[in-house]
């Protein structure tokens, strides 16, 4: 069954959706891994997946972060390609930092109200635990100051894409 939260990004045809979930797992000793799989994060560090489409028939692009920063990314550039990596320690700690920052609340669509209003932009859709973060690179449209610092940090440590 689909959330209901992710019923608008399903919706909408153009959208990149971050998607954030609590899928570490704590270990016997209280620390938590990286999906049961031995490797330490931080306690209440969450995976975070990545999906771009650039207007209507544009490729969809994914990326999916884990909560250690090991990431893999399918067709990010638009290219077919799918490519491996990690962020370094420093960025994995921005990332969870950005994650967890209470600003997140006052961006989402619902307390924006936001409505999409560009023809043919790339749509940038963040789902965190606080809701849904939309935003659009077209003239003249801001994107959410926490939402666009994760959006950047993501698209500067892999191949995935900014902007068109």
């Not at 999916?64 to 490519?83: K, M």
């Not at 994995?92 to 307390?111: F, G, K, N």
């Amino acid at each position: 069954m689909v959330p209901p939260q992710w019923s608008r990004a399903l919706l909408v045809p153009a959208v990149m959706t971050v998607t954030l979930t609590g899928c570490a797992m704590v270990d016997r000793e209280g620390g938590s891994t990286a999906e049961g799989r031995g490797g330490t994060t931080a306690p209440g560090a969450t995976r975070v997946s990545l999906m771009q489409k650039l207007g209507e028939d544009g490729p969809l692009r994914s990326l999916t972060v884990e909560p250690d920063g090991r990431w893999e990314c399918a067709d990010c550039a638009g290219d077919g390609v799918t490519s491996a990596g990690s962020l370094d320690p420093e960025q994995v700690q921005r990332l969870h930092r950005l994650l967890a920052d209470p600003r997140l609340a006052q961006e989402t669509d619902q307390a924006r109200r936001y409505r999409a209003t560009c023809i043919d932009a790339l749509t940038s859709s963040l789902l965190t635990t606080a809701g849904l973060i939309t935003s659009q690179d077209c003239p003249g449209e801001e994107r959410p100051a926490v939402a666009g610092e994760i959006l950047l940090l993501l698209t500067q440590a892999t191949p995935a894409e900014p902007t068109r």
